[in-house]
């Protein structure tokens, strides 16, 4: 049972352009969801985060909404640039006692063409 | 601060040989992850430790894997005997709160 999902496998976007990335979760209890980048061999990177109680988060580029009523979280990336391809991750957690346990989607794949 | 440091990079091995991959968390962090990454999976979380203490090895595949954390420095994941398998890439992360920081990975391959 895949409690995040995350539904496009993969996006092609031109540079200067808007890229949104999609999430979407099953489990109410979920209370703050993040974000991360990954570049082929490397380990994935924390970019954004936002807690269940704001409904959007700006971070530069970068802004997180999240739709509680429907289980969705997006990242917006604007603009694009050819260096933001890359691996994206939405990952969320629940109240666990503070051992940062992440439940993560299955990944997007970004490319920004130039 | 070194982030999170895992060895070895890359390790090639045999099927039925013990394969030992080690991590080296953030100072001052609690709570440490083992994940297995392949395409067909993704990032799937193997075991977690809060305070040195395993808290969830769930997702283990099997008896043939184990994961230590000796102290607040050091964990290490250990397959033995490894198979074809196993091959994928293993990461290490390490966090105090929500944000986890994650190692490099390990690629492992089992001939």
């Known amino acids: 049972d895949q409690q995040v999902k995350q539904n496009s496998p993969s996006l092609s976007v031109q540079e200067g352009r808007i890229s949104i990335l999609n999430c979407d979760y099953t489990n109410s209890m979920f209370d703050y969801f993040l974000w991360y980048k990954k570049y082929p061999a490397e380990g994935p990177t924390f970019l954004i985060s936002i807690s269940s109680i704001k409904d959007k988060n700006e971070d530069g580029r970068f802004t997180v909404f999240l739709n509680k009523s429907a289980k969705h979280l997006s990242l917006h990336i604007v603009p694009s640039q050819p260096g933001d391809s890359a691996v994206y991750f939405c990952?969320?957690?629940?109240?666990?006692?503070?051992?940062?346990?992440?439940?993560f989607g299955q990944g997007t794949t970004l490319q920004v063409k130039p | 601060d070194a982030g999170v440091i895992q060895s070895p990079r890359h390790e090639v091995t045999e099927m039925g040989q013990e394969v030992t991959l080690r991590c080296k968390p953030i100072s001052g962090h609690n709570s440490l992850f083992w994940y297995r990454q392949t395409m067909m999976r993704g990032l799937e979380l193997l075991i977690y430790f809060n305070n040195n203490v395993p808290i969830d090895d769930s997702g283990m595949p099997e008896d043939r894997f184990s994961a230590k954390m000796p102290n607040a420095s050091f964990s290490t994941l250990k397959i033995q005997p490894s198979e074809p398998r196993d091959s994928a890439v293993y990461f290490c992360?390490?966090?105090?709160?929500?944000?986890?920081?994650f190692g490099a990975g390990t690629r492992l391959s089992v001939l």
């Open positions: 992360a390490s966090s105090k709160q929500n944000i986890q920081y």
């Open positions: 990952a969320a957690s629940a109240p666990s006692g503070n051992t940062g346990k992440l439940i």
